[in-house]
């Protein structure tokens, strides 16, 4: 299997090859159309908009004391014996990281689940640095096999089919070739169990940071975020700034709404709260507990009152599930570590709109995402905000905001706006087009790729109800 | 300046001013009112949706089922505790029987082999049960430690019936955890499990195969 490598530039070209493979097609739509019927399911007996309502109101509140919330965070984490570090970009958590493994002369870290390492590049980086580390996930650990990078936030194999996966781990591991998913699993188990005894290091995600309390929340189902976090000597949690919460009690509601919103479950086989490392006493778990805090643009988008909604997100991949052009185009096609809706309004603040113009387009602004999402994110009012943006028109407080704008689009709208708001003139104009219609153009950039071109009727409506009245007014 | 500080700057010195923390109402996630049948009824469907298996028995009787479930499932060595009243009866029922009983309370680097190998099941009390999800809520300690709910291919897992509360908001509000959490608080709702194969389902990837909850009745039910 070959190693591919997507980017946001090559947005285009990669979904026109995602649209013209039957089998990612396939993969996509039967997995997006069963996430999508479990949700509806799994709330059918919720008032799910009060529990939006909650969601978006914790996570706002969260937000909005956020600086505050971060250092209660801290201290308390602090007083729990968990070390708090704080990175500028993901290139300083990931020094970070990597200082803390030398310092233990660790040779092999394994991973829980964490799209913030992903975001920074993590694996790639300690390889470098010679530490081995190994992701423990299954979906995780079969994409990571196979060279590639998660395709879902939540299911990160999921454009990978059964075949594809017993091809993938009998050439990696030497499995039988299977249908037998059992098998699979359990041979997955095994490999990964070794791993687990002799890692040096556990580095995890964080799905809720509680400042009340100085914990840290994991929600999972295969077991391997708790192996990650209780096995290893020294376990580090690496989490985005926006994922504190005020209060303990702010997390059952968010809990409810990530399960059942992400695989339409209505709970997960662990809710796993970490609140320090082995205490004097205790016989296992490890005994040293980190958290490091990554920035990476999140303090940037935090500035806008707008663009501050995307900061509520707590993850839960809703917004891909019931995304028709994600379900058609598959995750890979974004060439960003978040896909999607959420993708299209958080990558262009990580890198820049001149990296990722294309994603803010890439939506029918259908309002599906906005719709389903837990926390009542108005992801299509951001997509369209940033299309503003793109063009030089919104605030310019994104990273290559004006990067799409050109010269003569903008000379283009100038002229119709004048047009329009002058009477004679736009009659005049209107009475040119007709004459000339033989000269318009038959090549319109990308409206022409699938379409005729326009030309202008030889006589505009306006003209054609006015002498149909006065052909009226003669017969009567 | 430091990262911190600098992050910590931006953030309090925010472009568009200061935001207003809006109020939470709770409502939604308390006050389901339900009787004990019914927290019992949705626990059980709950838990056994998920591939959890529950179990009936009493206070009085609950080591014979434990010895009948045992012999059932094939377990040869069992983990357990001393300590917790769960595994002071349990190793009192078992002393005589064939089931090797393996003491949990030390340090797992002196046993963390036989741990992963050579334990074909994990017995822990429970502090509670959660009737909305058909969770458990474990709280380790150094009698009962984290992973022996983990580690072994079967779970046992000790729940009073009378415990079970409604959601797990009201657990959180009735024992107030914000005042004192441990080092490792859980929930616990089924088996270990994945969809990350094309969706379809397995049990036992990582942790335990087997979820068996023996649920304590005060009396010997009917």
Redesign the interface.
């Known amino acids: 299997m070959s190693v591919e490598t997507y980017t946001p530039r090559a947005f285009h070209r990669q979904a026109h090859d995602a649209l013209g493979n039957p089998q990612i097609r396939s993969n996509f739509r039967r997995a997006m159309d069963g996430l999508m019927t479990k949700r509806r399911d799994v709330f059918s007996d919720w008032d799910l908009e009060t529990l939006r309502e909650l969601g978006a109101n914790i996570r706002l509140r969260a937000l909005a004391r956020l600086p505050d919330l971060l250092e209660q965070l801290e201290a308390n984490c602090e007083a729990n014996g968990i070390r708090v570090h704080w990175a500028e970009d993901g290139e300083e958590a990931c020094r970070i990281i990597r200082e803390l493994c030398e310092s233990h002369g660790a040779k092999s870290v394994i991973k829980g689940k964490s799209m913030v390492s992903e975001e920074m590049h993590l694996n790639a980086h300690l390889e470098a640095a010679g530490i081995e580390a190994l992701e423990s996930d299954l979906g995780e650990y079969l994409v990571q096999l196979n060279e590639q990078t998660p395709s879902h936030i939540i299911m990160p194999a999921i454009h990978l089919n059964t075949d594809e996966i017993s091809d993938i781990m009998h050439e990696k591991t030497g499995t039988e070739r299977t249908r037998d998913v059992d098998y699979m699993t359990a041979a997955a188990r095994a490999q990964l169990r070794e791993r687990f005894m002799n890692a040096d290091v556990g580095v995890s995600g964080v799905n809720f940071a509680v400042a009340e309390t100085g914990t840290l929340c994991l929600v999972e189902n295969e077991g391997n975020g708790r192996m990650t976090t209780t096995v290893p000597p020294v376990h580090i949690a690496v989490t985005g700034i926006e994922k504190v919460v005020e209060h303990l009690r702010d997390v059952p509601p968010l809990y409810a709404l990530l399960t059942r919103s992400a695989t339409g479950q209505h709970v997960t086989t662990y809710f796993n709260m970490i609140s320090g490392p082995r205490k004097a006493g205790e016989h296992d778990g490890p005994r040293e507990v980190h958290l490091v805090l990554v920035d990476s643009g999140r303090s940037r988008i935090y500035q806008d009152n707008e663009l501050l909604d995307t900061l509520r997100c707590i993850r839960c991949g809703a917004c891909m599930n019931h995304c028709p052009v994600y379900t058609r185009v598959g995750g890979h096609s974004y060439g960003t570590t978040y896909p999607g809706p959420i993708g299209s309004i958080l990558m262009p603040h990580m890198l820049g709109l001149e990296e990722t113009k294309d994603l803010p387009t890439a939506s029918s602004l259908c309002g599906a995402c906005g719709e389903v999402c837990p926390v009542k994110i108005p992801i299509p009012d951001l997509l369209v905000r940033l299309r503003r943006e793109a063009v030089g028109e919104g605030r310019g407080n994104v990273p290559g905001a004006g990067v799409k704008r050109t010269k003569k689009e903008v000379a283009a709208w100038k002229t119709w706006q004048w047009l329009a708001t002058h009477p004679s003139a736009w009659r005049g104009s209107l009475l040119m087009a007709g004459k000339l219609r033989a000269l318009t153009p038959s090549r319109l950039g990308p409206w022409t790729q699938y379409r005729t071109a326009l030309k202008p009727a030889k006589r505009s409506l306006h003209a054609l109800v006015k002498s149909h009245r006065r052909a009226g007014e003669d017969e009567s | 300046m430091?990262?911190?500080d600098?992050?910590?700057k931006?953030?309090?010195e925010?472009?568009?001013g200061?935001?207003?923390?809006?109020?939470?109402?709770?409502?939604?996630?308390t006050g389901r009112g339900w009787s004990a049948q019914e927290r019992l009824e949705r626990f059980e469907r709950?838990i056994s949706?998920?591939h959890g298996e529950v179990i009936h028995t009493s206070r009085g009787n609950w080591t014979a089922d434990l010895a009948k479930l045992l012999q059932a499932k094939g377990v040869r060595r069992l983990a357990l505790g001393r300590e917790h009243p769960v595994a002071a009866e349990a190793r009192a029922a078992l002393a005589e029987g064939e089931v090797t009983l393996i003491d949990?309370?030390?340090?797992?680097e002196t046993w963390?082999?036989a741990q992963?190998h050579d334990t074909d099941a994990g017995l822990t009390s429970t502090r509670g049960g959660i009737a909305e999800?058909?969770?458990l809520w474990l709280w380790p300690?150094?009698d009962e430690?984290?992973?022996i709910s983990?580690v072994p291919p079967i779970h046992i897992a000790v729940l009073d019936a009378d415990t079970l509360e409604d959601?797990?908001?009201d657990v959180?509000?009735a024992h107030g955890?914000?005042g004192g959490?441990?080092?490792?608080?859980?929930?616990?709702?089924?088996?270990?499990?994945?969809?990350?194969?094309?969706?379809?389902l397995?049990y036992?990837?990582?942790?335990?195969r087997e979820l068996i909850v023996l649920v304590r009745h005060p009396e010997e039910r009917v």
């Open positions: 430091s990262a911190r600098n992050i910590l931006r953030l309090r925010r472009t568009d200061p935001l207003t923390a809006p109020d939470s109402d709770f409502a939604v996630v709950w949706s998920v949990a309370d030390r340090d797992v963390q082999h992963f999800t058909g969770s300690t150094p430690p984290r992973l983990l959601t797990f908001f959180i509000e955890w914000a959490m441990p080092t490792n608080a859980l929930l616990i709702s089924g088996p270990s499990k994945t969809a990350d194969i094309e969706q379809t397995a036992g990837v990582h942790g335990p």
